[in-house]
């Protein structure tokens, strides 16, 4: 009965938007990693990046759009189903300018994380640079719309946090340090703390409406598997317990950051239990290929070293498997995703 209600709800938004011609909210502005990138790290100088086939070939234009997908993220889906036309941009690129500038912009970055360090470490946009990107774009906005209009956008925009991952399989498992200065837990309690202030910063500059995304089951990702799990079949537990123990912190951050903060809207999007389901049990959603992904030999892929125009044994047809490449969910997956995110995301914009 739940998943019909919502359906119903997001029915009723979709005629609303028809009706209209315009979207749910005025923007999108988006701050995180690789999974929410759209091409910022294009103009970096990094290894994550995605701006190569086959990335992109079954976007609309069959081009490579610096998201690590073959086709559309979850949050462009999420785009489409408010009513948007065209996606933000990614706020270093040419596009990011102008009228276009109206509709949100996106400041993410392939390898960032809440840590700092953990952009440092592999020459990403690190979230204190993002934030300042944001200051930035504000400015550009009033000049384009006016500052009565640009505080409008700001405050009814839809904001999209999308960390974590990497600060865990690109640093904190990989650096003897901080696995030898923390456990899991603390270091989660240390990544949740810098998400509440950043969800404070955001506030004190408008922002109204937050969506923070959780950890995926990053023990089911086919690389942590190839890396941490000793050729063990099935997830790496206890590295998909921690993702369970920071998710849990996450929740409890947002209830208490939403007692705190008058007029704030801040919801979860859970990405770890469908995800998780979707990989245990890919054939009940039409997947036949769970995993490994479809890049290359689907196990290490993620920068342009192993998934590339010449990778051997790459699928031709990425709707039948879950990954992408070694980490990131195909555009089939995505769709999944955002199907099951409609519930907390519909709270968000009505």
């Known amino acids: 009965m739940k998943i019909k209600i919502q359906e119903i709800v997001l029915l009723f938004c979709m005629i609303i938007v028809v009706c209209n011609g315009q979207a749910l909210v005025p923007a999108i502005i988006t701050f995180g990693d690789s999974s929410v990138d759209v091409g910022n790290n294009d ?33 462009d889906i999420t785009a489409d189903t408010l009513g948007f036309t065209t996606y933000p941009a990614a706020y ?39 934030l300042e990107y944001f200051k930035e774009y504000q400015g550009k906005l009033a000049k384009v719309a006016g500052s009565s209009k640009a505080s409008s956008i700001i405050k009814d925009a839809l904001y999209v946090v999308g960390f974590g991952s990497s600060d865990f399989v690109q640093n904190y498992y990989v650096n003897p340090f901080l696995y030898k200065l923390y456990s899991p837990d603390q270091y989660s309690s240390y990544l949740v703390g810098i998400f509440s202030d950043t969800i404070k910063t955001l506030y004190g500059q408008g922002a109204r409406r ?50 705190q903060l008058p007029g704030l809207k801040i919801a979860v999007f859970d990405i770890y239990q ?7 049990s890919p054939s009940n959603s039409g997947f036949a290929e769970a995993g490994k992904g479809c890049c ?55």
């Open 274 to 280: 469908p995800l998780y389901d979707l990989i245990q």
């Open 92 to 130: 270093l690129s040419p596009q990011a300018s102008g009228n276009n500038l109206l509709i949100g912009a996106n400041f993410a970055s392939a390898a960032s994380g809440y840590d700092d360090k953990t952009a440092y470490l592999n020459h990403a946009i690190p979230l204190s640079q993002q």
């Open 43 to 75: 103009y970096i100088y990094t290894l994550f990046k995605a701006d190569y086939p086959p990335y992109g070939r079954d976007f609309v234009n069959h081009k490579p759009t610096g998201r690590f997908c073959n086709g559309k993220l979850a949050t």
């Open 210 to 259: 937050v969506g923070v995304t959780s950890l995926p089951p990053l023990g089911c990702l086919p690389l942590t598997k190839t890396i941490f799990g000793f050729h063990q079949s099935g997830c790496v537990g206890n590295i998909n317990s921690d993702a369970k123990g920071f998710n849990k912190k996450i929740n409890a951050a947002t209830t208490q950051l939403s007692k």
């Open 296 to 350: 290359g030999t689907g196990t290490l892929e993620t920068t342009s070293f192993l998934c590339n125009p010449k990778s051997i044994g790459t699928c031709s047809n990425a709707t039948q498997y879950v990954f992408w490449d070694s980490v990131h969910p195909s555009e089939a997956a995505n769709q999944v995703l955002a199907d099951s995110l409609i519930g907390a995301g519909i709270g968000l914009v009505t």
